[in-house]
């Protein structure tokens, strides 16, 4: 019998297979990847492969190595939060992370830091063995084939090689295809660069355009139109305000209890409005909010197009003589804001310097000085004026001084980011009743309409424990549905209204919406959203989070799935949460996607600037550019 031994070598070889494998499965698991598991496990294990195929001195592969793995790591943790992975359009936020350190630390879990382990260990060891050698020049550039590669090492990088230039140039299409790029690691990001430096921009749809500013000219007239006419008008963006505590008890005690109250009076309450973002969170929010547009998935739209033209509410206002300012308690130049605002409308920029910096909570100047020193700026603005006032305490992750938080956790709850929340949540309702406050002992408050809705989310449904702690407060699973849902209330004051108004709406809307009720006959300019005082129907059309294509209407939610496969997506009832058949909600998806590729080629062919400064119209914009107004899905 013949006895076979394993040498120390090949112990190491098999243990660091063993590992790599076990690396790139919890990959995918952390990714949530379903669909074609099973092929896209062996491309990744394949490209690895080549890798330590590839050189005859393994440093190098070892060095690469360890680059794919720290961008998987940061693949990883992105995902986790943004439910997407890592793109190269968002490199230019990355010089915003130090603003949010204390995010970043939780969202970033320690069993993430399980992907690095095998690489660098890997590293290490080849740079113990290259210690005692110096690698030559012909070592370096001694790249595939090497007589060493047996003929299945040859096969593998010949498939692998073909599979990646055939589905980077489009060559190969398919649902297993498309499934493969959209999740396979090396595929995706090398498709993602491709794509990134092709810059192609989006075709449309022509008959798109008919759809954006056809109803909003039938309703002028209506119930509820002009109350707000000639009156100031204050916006307030509330940071991480999620619908989920309003009219809601929280062990016995009302979380908002001003906000409930301020609904039931002279206010329109929007209990079914959605964030709608693109590639950036809070700043993309006031952008949709302000313009009706769809924001930029490549990068957040301030920093992408910071000198472009806009005709959004600012500009609207201001034309009929309102003076316009924004103020935040932050940072100038934070998400571009300060080199945006003027092209967004905006006659001044009340920021951190323009505020004492008496009481910090969380990020930087508290919502209640905030408040209170904005008041001092209102006054000497010159009337009607539109306020902007961006919120920043209840930032993630919540962490409120003891002194603010006035609501009694259960003991489960204690230094949990669902109770920090609570407490937040509360904070900033003290805070919004002490600025009406002020507001009418300043004699601001009867001449003015007050607008208030949330930015975007707090409570990230894919984090396991806050999944449980909010899914538990609902009694029943806290999804993307829930998550995504922030309030939108509009007071005002002796206005008689108390309207619930349920049709499903989102930051889009906000525009027509509010320009209704200022009175606006005609809303001159290009827009995507329904006044939602008096639409019949609402839409709520998705890209980040719930994924392009993705969309809420009429009470279904359509969530397309990550692989960009229609047939493997979902819907369901927004109140029952029972499924919906998928093969209903395809003309959704559709109008899903053509909108959201039409709201790209406005602003990446400067479409507003063309029409509304050079007097161009929609079809000499048209003939100009040759496009062929094909659908891109």
């Known amino acids: 019998m013949k006895i076979i031994t394993l040498e120390k070598k090949d112990l190491l070889k098999a243990f660091a297979a063993i590992c790599i494998f076990t690396k790139v499965t919890l990959y995918y698991h952390y990714m949530e990847v379903s669909h074609n598991y099973i092929y896209i496990l062996i491309m990744t294990l394949a490209y690895i492969a080549m890798v330590f195929f590839s050189f005859e001195n393994k440093i190098y592969s070892a060095i690469l190595y360890f680059i794919f793995s720290v961008i998987m790591f940061l693949d990883v943790g992105y995902f986790s939060y943004f439910n997407r992975n890592l793109s190269v359009d ?121 759809q954006i500013n056809t109803e909003y000219q039938r309703h002028v007239g209506k119930e509820w139109f002009g109350i707000g006419k000639d009156k100031n008008l204050i916006v307030i963006q509330v940071e991480s305000l999620q619908d989920f505590v309003i009219n809601k008890t929280y062990n016995g005690q009302q979380i908002t209890p001003f906000l409930n109250a301020l609904i039931q009076k002279d206010s329109f309450y929007f209990p079914n409005y959605f964030q709608q973002l693109g590639g950036g969170n809070t700043s993309d929010a006031e952008f949709v909010t302000h313009n009706s547009l769809y924001a930029s998935f490549k990068s957040y739209t301030y920093s992408l197009y910071k000198n472009s033209y806009f005709r959004g509410l600012p500009w609207i206002l201001k034309e009929k003589g309102y003076q316009t300012a924004a103020f935040h308690g932050y940072k100038k130049d934070f998400w ?47 009337q009607p004026y539109y306020g902007f006032l961006i919120t920043l305490s209840t930032h993630h992750p919540y962490i409120m001084p003891e002194e603010k938080k006035m609501i009694k956790l259960k003991d489960g709850d204690e230094e949990s980011i669902f109770g920090n929340y609570i407490h937040a949540a509360n904070y900033i309702d003290q805070c919004l009743e002490a600025f009406v406050k002020e507001l009418k002992a300043n004699g601001l408050y009867e001449n003015t309409v007050i607008a208030i809705y949330g930015d975007h989310f707090g409570l990230n449904c894919k984090d396991e424990k806050v999944n449980k702690d909010v899914s538990d407060f609902l009694g ?145 914009v048209f003939k100009m550019d040759n496009h062929s107004f094909e659908s891109d899905s």
């Open 336 to 382: 571009c804001r300060a080199q945006a605002y003027p092209n967004q409308g905006f006659d001044e920029y009340y920021c951190e310097n323009s505020f004492e910096l008496d009481e910090v909570v969380g990020l930087g100047l508290s919502d209640g000085s905030f408040f209170n020193q904005s008041i001092d700026h209102l006054k000497n603005m010159q």
């Open 90 to 210: 968002m490199i230019e936020a990355f010089g915003f992370l130090d603003d949010v350190t204390d995010s970043i630390l939780e969202v970033v879990k320690p069993k993430f830091f399980l992907i690095l382990v095998d690489s660098v260990l890997i590293l290490l060891y080849f740079i113990r063995q290259e210690k005692r050698k110096f690698p030559t020049h012909d070592s370096f550039i001694r790249i595939y084939p090497s007589p060493k590669i047996k003929y299945i090492k040859s096969l593998m990088l010949i498939l692998v090689l073909t599979f990646l230039i055939l589905s980077v140039s489009g060559q190969i299409e398919g649902d297993v295809t498309t499934s493969i790029v959209n999740q396979e690691f090396f595929s995706y990001h090398i498709s993602d660069i491709a794509n990134y430096l092709k810059n192609e921009q989006n075709v449309c749809y022509k008959e798109s355009f008919k």
């Open 476 to 620: 029943f699973s806290y999804y993307y549905d829930e998550m995504m849902n922030i309030p939108l209330i509009i007071h005002v004051p002796n206005s008689k209204a108390q309207e619930t108004i349920q049709t499903v709406g989102g930051h889009i809307d906000f525009l027509p919406t509010i320009a209704y009720l200022m009175g606006i006959k005609n809303l001159d300019t290009l827009f995507f959203g329904r006044n939602l005082i008096h639409a019949n129907s609402g839409f709520v059309a998705s890209q980040t989070y719930m994924l392009k294509g993705s969309f809420i209407q009429d009470g279904i939610v359509f969530e397309m799935s990550r692989d960009g496969i229609f047939s493997n997506s979902k819907a369901w009832d927004l109140e029952t949460k029972k499924p919906v058949d998928i093969n209903l909600c395809e003309e959704g998806y559709q109008k899903s996607v053509d909108d959201i590729n039409l709201g790209n080629f406005l602003l990446e062919n400067e479409i507003l600037s063309k029409i509304y400064q050079n007097g161009q119209t929609l079809q000499e």
